[in-house]
T-cell receptor, first 112, second 115 residues
Framework: GNSVTQMEGPVTLSEEAFLTINCTYT??????LFWYVQYPGEGLQLLLK?????DKGSNKGFEATYRKETTSFHLEKGSVQVSDSAVYFC???????????FGKGTTLSVSS | GAGVSQSPRYKVAKRGQDVALRCDPI?????LFWYQQALGQGPEFLTY????????KSGLPSDRFFAERPEGSVSTLKIQRTQQEDSAVYLC?????????????FGPGTRLTVT
């Protein structure tokens, strides 16, 4: 079945540093790929998504490119802010297209 | 507008008790999903409804778990004879349609603690 692996955290950065959170996947077919974010005390929110190979999803300065050849969907941001501190989850759609399969999450902590 | 709401937000149950968790999806959302999130883990799929039809229940961990959505709106996840390993946050999500096309909106979750 489909599965996703993301780098373990926590990731601790200073404000304005460059961020990469690695995510790789195993899938049958051509799943859609997602990044979700959970800010402290809030529910899961969709950050960005990509539905086919070479698509780039972007939102709030974050980007991720759907790489079929490396089965990856790494999350990047050029300059993080304190307000980006949150837990980030990589996810993909299951084979039936009926649900999301999530990674374990990566905690990002940004200090000023 | 109102998002997905869940109640109760917190539930403490003694081992062996039955619990019922409620989800109110966004109005008009056809699809409804339940996930279980253990501490320090990502959400894991439990079950999926399209309107009142339960189309996928492959993630339910045992026959103690039961979900329903009788009128295609509000959904209830019931856990019978709770065990300590059932302690987790239970998340509900809703969307207009399939995950490939439509964003899933998540509720705040119900934190279940089984003592």
């Amino acid at each position: 079945g489909n599965s996703v692996t993301q780098m373990e955290g926590p990731v601790t950065l200073s404000e304005e540093a460059f961020l990469t959170i690695n995510c790789t996947y195993t899938a049958t077919g051509y799943p859609s790929l997602f990044w979700y974010v959970q800010y402290p005390g809030e529910g899961l929110q969709l950050l960005l998504k990509a539905t086919k190979a070479d698509d780039k999803g972007s939102n709030k300065g974050f980007e991720a490119t759907y790489r079929k050849e490396t089965t990856s969907f790494h999350l990047e941001k050029g300059s993080v802010q304190v307000s980006d501190s949150a837990v980030y989850f990589c996810a993909l759609s299951n084979q039936a297209g009926t649900a999301l399969i999530f990674g374990k999450g990566t905690t990002l902590s940004v200090s000023s | 507008g109102a998002g997905v709401s869940q109640s109760p937000r917190y539930k403490v149950a003694k081992r062996g008790q039955d619990v019922a968790l409620r989800c109110d999806p966004i109005s008009g959302h056809v699809s409804l999903f339940w996930y279980q999130q253990a501490l320090g883990q990502g959400p894991e799929f439990l079950t999926y409804f399209q309107n009142e039809a339960q189309l996928d229940k492959s993630g339910l961990p045992s026959d103690r778990f039961f979900a329903e959505r009788p009128e295609g709106s509000v959904s209830t996840l019931k856990i019978q004879r709770t065990q300590q390993e059932d302690s987790a946050v239970y998340l509900c999500a809703s969307s207009f349609g399939p995950v490939e096309t439509y964003e899933q909106y998540f509720g705040p979750g119900t934190r279940l603690t089984v003592t």
